[in-house]
């Protein structure tokens, strides 16, 4: 007697059928998770960066004495923006100046990155040294500058009578083009320290292979630094460029403390004509209106240097 035995086919369960989509919109946990994250960064733009813009266009189409009744002008402040002499004259010296500091800013830049680029003896010293005046600011040095200058005991003029260049009475400040070489000079010794710490860290990323298989083909230091050092820094000389360019555009600070834009208006600057008529005409609508316009110019020029200098294939 067999026993026969029957085998069922095991039922199959049907494949769970996906949710459906909650909409094209929707946004899935890793987005919503990005979006929490970035939210701070773009509340903290809006309420420090647009509200405040966003105040200042309404000032801008204002006449705002700063004290007394605040009238709309519409774009009066803007057109008057033409036709004014003084401001004109500012925004030159401003580009007279910023055509002056901006080259040797890179030169001198690069010459103290070349320098203490390699790990040797001293190096160390010799880049605290010459970044310490970048840490020390502006500011100080403009002070320190107002001392030295001074005609009767400054060191400056010490110095220069002393080698027999001068009669030691030079009044540095008080001369529109002696004001300028000094500030100049002040402003690239203390911003070089910065362009040398970005190109020196630019260079010390250069594989050493490249230069070993340049001394191969008997390229001497002039080649290399032409044919590999420079080509592969282009990005970092080009944001130093902008760098140096946007605070040439922006100078305010030395020119205050060593000048206050005199004598006359010899050394004003562009911020320091913002400056004058906001807090010493009490123009603010004005003043506004300046100021935005300078924020154009400036976005723009930053816009054009980033396309001229970017990397090419």
């Known amino acids: 007697m067999s026993t026969r035995t029957e085998v069922r086919p095991r039922r199959v369960e049907p494949a769970a059928r996906p949710k459906a989509a909650r909409g094209r919109g ?6 919503r998770t990005g979006l929490l994250l970035v939210m701070p960064a773009v509340l903290f733009v809006a309420v420090f960066v647009l509200v405040p813009l966003g105040f200042a266009l309404v000032i801008s189409l204002t006449n705002w004495p700063l004290i007394g009744t605040v009238k709309f002008s519409g774009v009066k402040n803007y057109t008057a ?6 401001f004109a004259k500012s925004v030159l010296y401003t580009l007279l100046y ?3 500091v901006t080259g040797p800013i890179l030169v001198l830049g690069y010459a103290l990155a070349v320098l203490v680029r390699r790990k040797r003896r001293g190096a160390t010293l010799l880049r605290t040294v010459f970044f310490l005046p970048f840490v020390v600011g502006l500011s100080t040095l403009s002070f320190v500058t107002v ?3 001074q005609p009767d005991s400054g060191a400056i003029n010490i110095i220069l009578r002393t080698l027999g260049i001068t009669d030691g009475t030079t009044a540095w400040l008080v001369d529109g083009p002696l004001a ?4 100049c000079v002040l402003v690239i010794w203390g911003v070089s320290g910065l362009t040398m710490m970005l190109l020196m860290a630019g260079m010390q990323a250069i594989p ?17 630094e032409w044919e590999i050092t420079i080509p592969v820094l282009r990005p970092t000389i080009a944001m130093s460029v902008i760098i140096s360019v946007v605070g040439s555009l922006l100078a305010f600070t030395q020119f205050y403390i060593l000048t206050r ?3 006359g208006t ?14 010493v005409q009490l123009q603010l609508g004005a003043a506004t209106a300046l100021s935005i316009v300078l924020v154009v110019v400036v976005g723009l020029v930053t816009a054009a240097q980033f396309w001229l200098l970017r990397e090419r294939d």
């Open 26 to 31: 929707s946004l899935t946990h890793p987005s």
């Open 81 to 86: 923006i033409v036709s004014d002499a003084a």
């Open 98 to 100: 910023t055509v002056i």
């Open 147 to 149: 001392l030295e200058a």
């Open 180 to 183: 300028t070489g000094l500030i």
């Open 208 to 224: 050493r292979e490249y230069y070993e298989s340049s001394e191969l083909d008997g390229a001497g230091w002039w080649r290399q």
């Open 261 to 263: 834009g005199g004598p």
């Open 266 to 279: 010899d050394t004003t600057t562009v911020v320091q004509y913002i400056y004058n008529r906001a807090f």
